[in-house]
């Protein structure tokens, strides 16, 4: 099996053909170039903001009923979990 980890080739945007036009407005807001070099460069900014937040501030919530900051990031973990299987 080769992909683009093994054989360099660059992962690009699926195209609008390949998705239900629901997700267009996550897909659309992707860069342009290669997929996978994009979540690698991503991944050390957004550690770096995690860690960043003090534990306390981490259970913020901006008004009361609304998701503190731990828990928006909990479900970005299970909707990339989904996806993930989604795509399998």
């Known amino acids: 099996m080769t992909n ?9 945007r699926p195209g609008s053909t390949e998705y239900i036009p629901y997700y267009d407005r996550y897909i659309s807001q992707v860069p342009d170039g290669d997929l996978v070099e994009t979540l690698r460069s991503q991944i050390t900014d957004t550690l770096s903001l995690l860690r960043s937040i003090p534990e306390e501030r981490a259970w913020h919530r901006y008004a009361p009923g609304k998701w503190s900051i731990k828990e928006v990031v909990g479900h970005l973990a299970d909707v990339e979990r989904i996806m993930g299987y989604r795509a399998l």
């Open 4 to 12: 683009a980890t093994t054989t360099g080739a660059p992962i690009a």
